[in-house]
């Protein structure tokens, strides 16, 4: 059975079990993150010292199930699949692991698809990026992202039109040479073959 800092990841009398952690193999998949990616993840912050207290105590007892995240799959505006996290469970449970080993240890999450079949899970899809809480997603991040691609696409733009400018500058014709008539007249021979040659 694995174990973090001494707390037994028990997925059926774990803190925090619920019946799915046991068929997560056939029902899901598992993520390995970080505490802080699950709390971005889930738009929570961590819990209090009063709340980590507490279910450390369970946990040191009990151990503990994974923490898990409801999904679905969706294609994002710029038509990526991904994954839309729907809801979570383990607030508790990964604030506690972040406090026994650090905010780098990476939790093995259980996430389970609500919107495809579990036979349909293939395996490319367990590397899809995951999108926050929808209604979190819709009021927070979605605007920065669309201002981000918005001013990704501006750069490119100009930085074509800079491209642009600048093979314009290199095809200008130069302006002619201005000559004056006494040097037309003293050199007509070789002024006539300058033009014959231009023409």
Not at 70 to 96: A, I, P, Y
Not at 97 to 123: C, M, Q, R, Y
Not at 165 to 171: A, C, F
Request: proline residues 4%.
């Amino acid at each position: 059975m694995e174990e973090i800092k001494g707390i037994k990841l028990d997925q059926v009398n774990g803190v925090g079990a619920i019946s799915d952690n046991q068929s997560v193999d056939y029902l899901g998949f598992i993520k390995y993150m970080t505490p802080n990616q699950f709390f971005r993840l889930s738009f929570v912050n961590e819990s209090t010292n009063k709340e980590i207290a507490l279910c450390e105590e369970l946990m040191q007892q009990n151990g503990s199930a994974s923490p898990f995240l409801m999904v679905e799959l969706v294609t994002d505006q710029f038509d990526e699949t991904k994954w839309q996290v729907k809801d979570h469970g383990g607030k508790n449970r990964m604030s506690v692991f972040k406090k026994l080993a650090g905010s780098d240890v990476k939790i093995p999450v259980h996430i389970f698809p609500t919107n495809i079949k579990s036979s349909d899970i293939e395996l490319k899809m367990e590397s899809y990026d995951f999108l926050p809480e929808t209604k979190k997603y819709e009021k927070t991040y979605k605007p920065i992202l669309e201002k981000y691609h918005r001013v990704k696409e501006r750069k490119k733009q100009l930085e074509e039109e800079r491209k642009l400018k600048k093979l314009e500058n290199e095809l200008k014709i130069e302006e002619p040479v201005k000559i004056e008539p006494e040097v037309i007249e003293e050199n007509k021979s070789v002024y006539k073959m300058l033009m014959d040659e231009i023409i």
